[in-house]
């Protein structure tokens, strides 16, 4: 299996988006995925831990091949995900998941249907899920449910909900969460959200409250899949303590927590701005990381920082939550260089050679139009940050931000980052992230 998998990446680079092949012949890569792939609004299942956790795609023609989106519906909207990087190698599709080192490879089940594996080639072990798909919109079919339960936890949630949250891990390690849900007024069953934790945010989340299988409870489901995390969180809602949820969290092959949540306004996540931050005694970075353009190195003490405002992402190619904030970061630097001020990108990868990681990192710059410096500064995991960036104390998240002022001395450092998919604490972060820009430009 992992040979296929492997074989299949490599038709992929070969005859991706920027493949010379044309439509025009039934036998080219284009012509045998646009036969696959009808145009139109799908629906995934993708099998794991026993359950069936959904997504929704929509394929489109541009330029005469087909492209993917994935559609995930939230508080603040939908993104789209555009996945052009699409080959064919006998009768299995790869589609390519946008910036992360993933795909889905299907085959055809059917008219209109689809069967086949999403694959993501950056981990550990071979790491496989199986997925149908079929022509189809709704995320969740429209659920029948009696009684005047739905109403009266509607009631709780009219506009927005906010719920004081607690996962809890196999390890019966714990940390706090704040859970985010609004429901559709046009579909009463129909919910969206989204969690909040002091690492980052688990972004657009979109569900349905139902019958479970007996009929005798109603559950709250929410899913998302951007390509690189696939989450599904249920739970039970309890008709005579609607206030307060019990659940299940499970993420991917193998990844299962439970949490609970009770419903509080006032909930809140630590102070990110306090997460993480220097040793005694230490004020500056000192590093020196090799750049993604071969034979060159990043170091804040390059002329080209002296003397500016300094804005360092520590970030990965694997991570959602630094796609939000680089597709903020990216757009913002370029309205904002001219005022004295630059962003440094440190890439944490997968891989620990240079090479493939220097390439996912490139990938990532060109793909996010991402006009700042990114350097290769080690691999994916808060030990090797600590290790490559000794200053620092309880480094907790990828991304983190770190500030640096004029002389070069660091002045905050911000744990995660709560995306697009947030809703009100997405504008909250641009505007906090602005005001401490501002102020550090201003002295």
Known sequence: M?????????TTLLAGCNSTATSGSADTPAASAAALLTPG???????????????LFEVKTEAGKPVVYLVNKGLNGEERLRCDEISA???SVTIRLHVFDAALVVRADGKNKLKGTWVKYDAKTPYRVPLAAAVGQQLFP??????????AFHKEIRHTAIYKTQFKGSDGATYPAVGVFKYDSLNADKISGTFL?????YRYLNGTVRLNK???ALELVLSTFDGSHAFLFTSLIDKADIRNLNGDFYSGKSGHETWTATLDPKAKLPDADTLTYLKKGESRLNFKFPSV?????????????RGKVVVIQVLGSWCPNCMDETKFLAPWYEKNKARGVEVIGLGYERMPEYAPAAARLRQLKERLNMGYDLAVAGVANKDSVAKSMPQLAKFLAFPTTIFLDKKGVVRNIH??????????YYAEEVASFNRTVDKLLKE
């Open 89 to 91: 190698a006998g009768d």
């Open 197 to 201: 934790t002091s690492t980052g945010d």
């Open 214 to 216: 007996g009929n005798s």
């Open 41 to 55: 609004p799908w629906r995934g299942e993708l099998a794991i831990q026993g359950q069936q956790l959904p997504f």
């Open 415 to 424: 744990t995660g980052y709560n995306g697009p998919g947030t809703g009100k």
């Open 142 to 151: 429209n659920s029948t449910y009696s009684g005047n339960m739905l109403p």
């Open 2 to 10: 992992k040979a296929l998998s492997l074989a299949l990446l490599g």
């Open 293 to 305: 353009v071969a034979g060159s190195s990043i170091s804040p003490t390059d002329p080209k920082y």
